[in-house]
């Protein structure tokens, strides 16, 4: 799997876009790009996937540059409820096999 | 539909014991993967089992080992237990084809004495 570098933490205040950076430089033609979410002691959360095309779906929307070395996702209106560590991964595993890095912390504020 | 279980949620053992985890999967999902988080080494992959099968293995001592049932619940066990292997074990299951989309359980916390 490609690595993906994200940032440790981020602050958003409620009822704004939360927009999470992931840097994948060296991301290989068919690696997806994947988002999780951690909130405290639970299982990870499938958030969304895509290989090219920007994605969107009920929880949030993934862009991805045109050149694939980094991606957005964007949550529109974030509640305090979105406080989780969020996961960025490149993943291209014939079985299921993710890698996690150090995530980015996002603490939604009031 | 129902989701991920894991049994036991919480677990107490003490060095040098062994312990089994269980993991149900999502009805109809036949590959089923196992993590281990820890806050120094964060989320790290154990192993998947496919149709009865190791398909894959993560960096971890033989002490760690797996199998899977052919109603594709899944179970790993952790011998010579080592205060090191306090963590939240994790399983997730999914289809088991390329690419798929992988859920998670709540997780069995484990503490070592």
């Known amino acids: 799997d490609a690595k993906t570098t994200q940032p440790t933490s981020m602050d958003c205040a409620e009822g704004r876009a939360a927009n999470l950076p992931c840097n994948h430089s060296?991301?290989?033609?068919?690696?997806?790009v994947y988002w999780y979410r951690q909130i405290h002691s639970q299982g990870p959360q499938y958030i969304i996937h895509g290989l090219k095309n920007n994605e969107t779906n009920e929880m949030a929307s993934l862009i991805i540059t045109e050149d694939r070395k980094s991606s957005t996702l964007i949550l529109p209106h974030a509640t305090l409820r979105d406080t989780a560590v969020y996961y960025c991964i490149a993943n291209n595993n014939a079985g299921n096999m993710l890698t996690f890095g150090g995530g980015t912390r996002l603490m939604v504020k009031p | 539909k129902a989701g991920v279980t894991q049994t036991p949620r919480y677990l107490i053992k003490t060095r040098g014991q062994q312990v089994t985890l269980s993991c149900s999967p999502i009805?109809?999902?036949?590959?089923v993967s196992w993590y281990q988080q820890t806050p120094g080494q964060g989320l790290q992959f154990l192993f998947e089992?496919?149709?009865?099968?190791?398909?894959n293995k993560g960096n971890f001592p033989g002490r760690f080992s797996g199998r899977q049932f052919s109603n594709s619940r899944s179970e790993m066990n952790v011998s010579t237990l080592e205060l090191g292997d306090s963590a939240l074990y994790l399983c997730?299951?999914?289809?088991?084809?390329?690419?798929?989309?992988?859920?998670f359980g709540p997780g069995t916390r484990l503490l070592v004495l």
């Open positions: 997730a299951s999914s289809l088991g084809t390329n690419q798929e989309t992988q859920y």
């Open positions: 009805s109809g999902h036949r590959s």
């Open positions: 089992y496919f149709s009865e099968t190791q398909r």
């Open positions: 060296t991301i290989s033609g068919n690696e997806y």
